[in-house]
């Protein structure tokens, strides 16, 4: 198996899931981040709410294609987590300053999971 098997059926769950809800921005694209005043919001971020409660984080870019275009997946050495984050109409620019803004604290990294089209064979259902 490959590092990263893409399934297109995954993706149409995300942007159920992104759809359903309601979107609520939290911080602006150039916010200051309330524990961290050096690091700046590259783009707006926020959640979409469903049934009252947040139910996906969600960085909205500037490209306007009302697309998800990848999820980050971001291992928390101090919570000792993991967590995701949608990414939706993002440049490659704005993908590339949501990773160095992410991966900026020495205790957060991240790994990108960009949107493919392929449907592997174990994901046909019979």
């Known amino acids: 198996m490959s590092e990263f098997e893409n399934n297109a059926y995954f993706w149409q769950k995300v942007d159920a899931a992104y759809m359903s809800g309601n979107y609520r ?3 602006s694209k150039g916010t200051k981040h309330p524990n961290y005043p050096d ?3 590259p783009c707006d971020y926020g959640h979409v709410d ?6 996906l984080r ?5 490209s306007k294609k009302a697309r998800i275009e990848a999820i980050v997946v971001c291992a928390n050495l101090l919570e000792k987590d993991l967590s995701t984050i949608v990414l939706v109409d993002v440049s490659s620019e704005e993908k590339e300053a949501i990773l160095k803004f992410l991966n900026s604290n020495e205790f957060q990294k991240t790994v990108i999971l960009n949107r493919g089209k392929n449907i592997p064979t174990w994901a046909i259902a019979e």
């Open 25 to 27: 921005l939290i911080y």
């Open 39 to 41: 690091l700046v919001f």
């Open 50 to 55: 469903s049934d009252g409660e947040a139910s």
């Open 58 to 62: 969600v960085f909205k870019g500037s």
